[in-house]
């Protein structure tokens, strides 16, 4: 268990749809990184926030945003969904902001129909 | 061409055997180099983690990194049914601007009995 919680851990949706994904980081760590998982694609990061504020962008879609919280956790949230987002979308939590060492969470299986 | 290539597999090995798994890059800057292993639906799991060049051992793993060549290897010895996973190589680059891991789509490993 890394410590990196993510929830739900499944979410089955319709095209066009908003989801909202959760993740709280390992205690202590401030940055938070979103990722996606994709068959064809592999693990791509998108979006990384250090305490509040938006660190670093990486192939993130207008269509997603994220924020984090002051108590640290994050959401990333889905928009006008397509059946290609359909992936697992992973969380992960560093104690700076630099990547060198992330732990991840187990995941949120996303399903569009 | 991707910034790091790594073999999908799979790859598949007798219990006991010693494996070795590798990634080539392309991007100079890259000076932190990981590995993760990834058990099936489930999120990756921190195995090893470098700095720049040198050699890395902890148990049964040892990590490889030769700048030089770009290459980077992750060798297990004695191999265990419970070593079957996906073994993702991350990187990243200089401190500051080490916000984005990117990583090599992932080798698929089959201990076998």
């Known amino acids: 268990d890394s410590g990196v919680t993510q929830t739900p851990k499944h979410l089955i949706t319709a095209t066009g749809q908003r989801v909202t994904l959760r993740c709280s980081p390992r205690?202590?760590?401030?940055?938070v990184y979103w990722y996606q998982q994709s068959l064809d694609q592999g693990l791509q990061f998108l979006i990384q926030?250090?305490?509040?504020?938006?660190?670093a962008k990486g192939n993130i879609l207008e269509r997603f945003s994220a924020q984090q919280f002051p108590d640290l956790h994050s959401e990333l949230n889905l928009s006008s969904l397509e059946l290609g987002d359909s992936a697992l979308y992973f969380c992960?939590?560093?104690?700076?902001?630099?990547?060198?060492?992330?732990?991840f969470g187990p995941g949120t299986r996303l399903t569009v129909l | 061409q991707k910034e790091v290539e790594q073999d999908p597999g799979p790859l598949s090995v007798p219990e006991g055997a010693i494996v070795s798994l590798n990634c080539t890059y392309s991007?100079?800057?890259?000076?932190?180099f990981m590995w993760y292993r990834q058990y099936s639906r489930k999120g990756p799991e921190l195995l090893m983690y470098?700095?720049?060049?040198g050699n890395k051992e902890d148990g049964r793993f040892t990590a490889q990194v030769d700048k030089s060549s770009k290459y980077i290897s992750l060798f297990i010895r004695d191999s265990q049914p419970s070593d079957s996973a996906t073994y993702l190589c991350?990187?990243?680059?200089?401190?500051?601007?080490?916000?984005?891991?990117?990583f090599g789509t992932g080798t698929r490993l089959q201990v076998t009995l």
């Open positions: 470098t700095y720049s060049s």
């Open positions: 992960a939590s560093s104690v700076s902001y630099n990547a060198d060492t992330q732990y």
């Open positions: 205690s202590g760590d401030l940055s």
């Open positions: 991350a990187m990243s680059g200089s401190a500051g601007t080490a916000s984005k891991l990117t």
């Open positions: 926030y250090y305490n509040g504020e938006e660190r």
């Open positions: 991007n100079s800057a890259f000076q932190y």
